[in-house]
């Protein structure tokens, strides 16, 4: 893999590729004077452009990440933070050949000149790249620091070749180019040079390979067993067809190996710090089990809860995997709950379970909606302040934590006599009537 200095290896490997095609080409006799190629901004080449003869610039404008190589190697470190893998950086670099002169024709002479050398010479060999930016000693003494220092690109031994594609540039996304660049717009190319690995050379952690599986390599030794299995919840089933049950319901769980001794079901909110254990009703199965939830409106929560069974087995307890259950709210309006001052409609409810610092309660009165005044301790009272709000009856529903009050009846006997199901409707006693 390559170093952090191969973005620059490559920009040298580029200006050494265009300096010995115009050597080849003989350019410099067509134009009259040498042709020099720099890597320099387009603004610092338009400075010197009158002080120096003609000359190509190459100039790095973008790098991306190459999506091919993106995701290889992954991942870099494991859940202790230690590293396993030195992952490779992947970029492809896009790179804009200019042609700088100030004499008639120059510039096209040069720009292609230029083009033709990048269209004939599609990519770098292993051993381009190490005669480049590796020179023999007698040579490489006499470069500069920098230059020397591109001998350690490590772009010679990467995994991947380098290539050089054109990169077709819309008139529009290069006109915003040369405006981004604050610099004269000069005939140029654009080229994308693809894949760099940047890798670094670190220590990481590897476990040794595993040589045989079990005694004399004859493979893991079983020992068959009657421990029965561990508890599955399947499906939880709230009351009445609704998504949520209330404080007071009961959820009907089903399973398997629901059975055992002191069958139980604990409750997690998953947004606050609130855990409850609740025995399980009497008569359930391995099959099917029935869980109350506690009429407890100060101690519990309304929102999403984790649910888990619980039961003992020769004294062990066996938990189960876990399933979502939600706790509706139940909201009730005491008298005097509905005020207007002016263009403003306070409404004050009472809330069951009681609401906790920190959690989001909104209520709807028809399609209008507002957020609870806030709270900084537990409290079965809510505030809601409305806008402007026309006279009338309005469907009421209440919102905590993102499960909603029971504003709807779905389980509505069915009509005689023959008994088709009945579609649900509006719960007409969730109305609020504003003045």
């Given at each position: 893999m390559s170093s952090a200095l191969a973005i620059a290896g490559v920009t040298q490997l580029l200006r050494d590729l265009l300096n010995d095609g115009l050597v080849d080409h003989d350019v410099g006799a067509l134009v009259?004077?040498?042709?020099?190629?720099?890597?320099?901004?387009?603004?610092?080449?338009?400075?010197?452009?009158?002080?120096?003869?003609?000359?190509?610039?190459?100039?790095?404008?973008?790098?991306?990440?190459?999506?091919?190589?993106?995701?290889?190697?992954?991942?870099?470190?494991?859940?202790?933070?230690?590293?396993?893998?030195?992952?490779?950086?992947?970029?492809?670099?896009?790179?804009?050949?200019?042609?700088?002169?100030?004499?008639?024709?120059?510039?096209?002479?040069?720009?292609?000149?230029?083009?033709?050398?990048?269209?004939?010479?599609?990519?770098?060999?292993?051993?381009?790249?190490?005669?480049?930016?590796?020179?023999?000693?007698?040579?490489?003494?006499?470069?500069?620091?920098?230059?020397?220092?591109?001998?350690?690109?490590?772009?010679?031994?990467?995994?991947?070749?380098?290539?050089?594609?054109?990169?077709?540039?819309?008139?529009?996304?290069?006109?915003?180019?040369?405006?981004?660049?604050?610099?004269?717009?000069?005939?140029?190319?654009?080229?994308?040079?693809?894949?760099?690995?940047?890798?670094?050379?670190?220590?990481?952690?590897?476990?040794?390979?595993?040589?045989?599986?079990?005694?004399?390599?004859?493979?893991?030794?079983?020992?068959?067993?009657?421990?029965?299995?561990?508890?599955?919840?399947?499906?939880?089933?709230?009351?009445?067809?609704?998504?949520?049950?209330?404080?007071?319901?009961?959820?009907?769980?089903?399973?398997?190996?629901?059975?055992?001794?002191?069958?139980?079901?604990?409750?997690?909110?998953?947004?606050?710090?609130?855990?409850?254990?609740?025995?399980?009703?009497?008569?359930?199965?391995?099959?099917?089990?029935?869980?109350?939830?506690?009429?407890?409106?100060?101690?519990?929560?309304?929102?999403?809860?984790?649910?888990?069974?619980?039961?003992?087995?020769?004294?062990?307890?066996?938990?189960?995997?876990?399933?979502?259950?939600?706790?509706?709210?139940?909201?009730?309006?005491?008298?005097?709950?509905?005020?207007?001052?002016?263009?403003?409609?306070?409404?004050?409810?009472?809330?069951?379970?009681?609401?906790?610092?920190?959690?989001?309660?909104?209520?709807?009165?028809?399609?209008?909606?507002?957020?609870?005044?806030?709270?900084?301790?537990?409290?079965?009272?809510?505030?809601?302040?409305?806008?402007?709000?026309?006279?009338?009856?309005?469907?009421?529903?209440?919102?905590?934590?993102?499960?909603?009050?029971?504003?709807?009846?779905?389980?509505?006997?069915?009509?005689?006599?023959?008994?088709?199901?009945?579609?649900?409707?509006?719960?007409?006693?969730?109305?609020?009537?504003?003045?």
């Amino acid at each position: 893999m390559s170093s952090a200095l191969a973005i620059a290896g490559v920009t040298q490997l580029l200006r050494d590729l265009l300096n010995d095609g115009l050597v080849d080409h003989d350019v410099g006799a067509l134009v009259n004077t040498n042709v020099t190629v720099h890597a320099l901004a387009p603004d610092v080449m338009l400075a010197r452009e009158e002080d120096s003869g003609p000359a190509l610039n190459v100039f790095l404008y973008h790098t991306d990440v190459n999506g091919a190589w993106s995701n290889s190697c992954l991942p870099t470190r494991d859940r202790e933070g230690m590293r396993v893998n030195n992952t490779p950086l992947p970029l492809d670099l896009y790179y804009l050949v200019c042609a700088y002169s100030t004499a008639d024709l120059h510039n096209d002479v040069l720009l292609g000149y230029a083009m033709q050398i990048l269209h004939e010479h599609p990519g770098f060999t292993r051993a381009e790249i190490q005669t480049a930016l590796n020179p023999s000693p007698a040579i490489a003494a006499g470069l500069p620091p920098l230059l020397q220092a591109l001998a350690d690109t490590g772009l010679a031994d990467q995994a991947e070749a380098l290539r050089i594609a054109p990169h077709f540039m819309p008139v529009s996304e290069m006109a915003s180019l040369w405006s981004a660049l604050q610099s004269h717009y000069r005939p140029c190319a654009a080229i994308r040079v693809s894949t760099v690995l940047i890798q670094a050379e670190l220590a990481t952690r590897e476990a040794l390979p595993v040589l045989t599986i079990g005694s004399d390599n004859r493979g893991a030794d079983v020992t068959p067993s009657l421990i029965p299995p561990l508890p599955m919840l399947q499906r939880i089933i709230p009351p009445a067809l609704q998504s949520s049950a209330r404080l007071g319901d009961i959820f009907d769980v089903e399973g398997m190996s629901l059975d055992g001794t002191n069958p139980r079901f604990t409750f997690e909110h998953v947004a606050l710090p609130i855990t409850h254990t609740v025995n399980a009703a009497a008569g359930g199965s391995a099959r099917t089990q029935s869980v109350p939830v506690p009429n407890a409106p100060a101690t519990w929560a309304s929102g999403v809860y984790s649910i888990h069974f619980t039961a003992d087995d020769a004294g062990r307890p066996q938990d189960s995997n876990r399933l979502s259950v939600q706790i509706a709210p139940v909201m009730t309006l005491p008298p005097q709950s509905v005020n207007r001052a002016g263009s403003t409609v306070t409404v004050t409810v009472r809330v069951s379970p009681h609401c906790h610092p920190g959690q989001h309660a909104s209520l709807w009165l028809g399609s209008e909606g507002t957020q609870a005044e806030t709270v900084t301790a537990v409290t079965d009272t809510l505030v809601f302040v409305f806008g402007p709000i026309a006279a009338g009856n309005y469907p009421v529903r209440l919102r905590v934590d993102g499960v909603d009050s029971w504003f709807i009846l779905r389980d509505r006997p069915p009509i005689a006599p023959d008994f088709a199901p009945r579609p649900p409707v509006y719960d007409p006693t969730q109305v609020v009537v504003v003045p």
